[in-house]
């Protein structure tokens, strides 16, 4: 899955020449991918939701917990309700996210060591960062205390976490260059030479501190999270106690996780987790709207 995303957004890339656009254009795909699940699930949700009042009434009429969650079952294939409906769509969403954090650490693995590379063989003043909208550099995460260039030990450890997605060519340029060494302890940054390339960098792109951003993807990515979490609740049937207190500690927990992690990884992660939540947002209030219209006038045509 990861390789076949990288593929997709290089591909895509080439022709719109806008690495966050395409990241946008393919959020947008994965999410039409994943609208008949989603609709499924929305659809199932609904119908037991109607046959709360059925389920209530069958739990007091039947002591014996198996016995009655025998019959609410019944009751459930009688009406086709499914209550594994809504597990399909959060495993494939969960899918489609850990891959696409895998393929954008592929990404800017090859972006961050083309960049280098390019700086030092045409120069620092014949480079620009990519720079999208509020952020320095599109592949450094969107924080105003993170560099829009990374310095030398920040530099070694990308490299070293990130060996496997590199290629040859790449690592071997960046050697040619002077900006790594292997050694018998392992790849090396050589400090002196990448340092003074990384200030020529910044200084040609007038930039100055430490802020690449100012955490506005994060903070998007936090607040849509929590918007989402309420809007899918909302549409839920009436769960167990626990089971309820479980899901409003996920509608809190889930924004700051979401935050943390777009916090720490590259404005490209961040930016498909904003879009995508964004777009789910959009889509849950139209699946809404349009069952809502149904249910209204299947109630006329009873009437």
Not at 48 to 75: F, G, H, S
Not at 133 to 151: E, H, K, R, T, Y
Request: charged content about 15%; aromatic content about 10%; overall charge neutral.
């Amino acid at each position: 899955m990861t390789d076949i995303i990288v593929y997709v957004v290089n591909a895509l890339a080439d022709i719109l020449n806008d690495y966050p656009l395409t990241i946008i254009a393919v959020t947008l795909l994965i999410k039409f991918v994943l609208l008949p699940f989603d609709i499924y699930q929305r659809k199932n949700s609904r119908k037991q939701m109607a046959l709360t009042a059925e389920v209530a009434d069958i739990r007091r009429r039947y002591k014996d917990p198996n016995q009655a969650n025998q019959k609410v079952q019944e009751l459930y294939r009688k009406h086709k309700v499914s209550t594994l409906a809504g597990c399909l769509p959060l495993a494939l969403q969960l899918v489609f996210l850990f891959s696409f954090f895998s393929a954008l650490r592929m990404l800017v693995a090859e972006q961050t060591s083309l960049f280098v590379i390019e700086a030092s063989a045409l120069g620092a003043d014949a480079v620009e960062l990519p720079k999208w909208l509020w952020i320095n550099n599109f592949w450094q995460p969107d924080s105003g205390f993170v560099s829009p260039m990374a310095n030398a030990e920040e530099l070694l450890t990308f490299l070293n976490q990130n060996v496997k997605d590199l290629s040859p060519e790449h690592l071997m340029l960046m050697k040619q260059s002077g900006i790594i060494e292997f050694t018998s302890e392992g790849l090396n940054v050589v400090e002196s030479v990448y340092m003074q390339l990384h200030d020529s960098v910044l200084a040609a792109n007038n930039l100055t501190g430490i802020a690449n951003g100012w955490f506005g993807l994060p903070i998007i990515t936090g607040v849509t999270t929590f918007l989402q979490q309420k809007l899918s609740m909302k549409n839920q049937p009436k769960m167990d106690e626990q089971t309820e207190a479980t899901n409003n500690t996920m509608t809190y927990f889930m924004p700051f996780f979401s935050a943390a992690m777009c916090l720490s990884s590259n404005s490209g992660f961040a930016l498909y987790w904003a879009v995508s939540n964004i777009i789910t947002i959009v889509f849950t209030f139209i699946i809404n709207a349009v069952f809502d219209a149904k249910e209204k006038r299947a109630a006329k045509a009873a009437l």
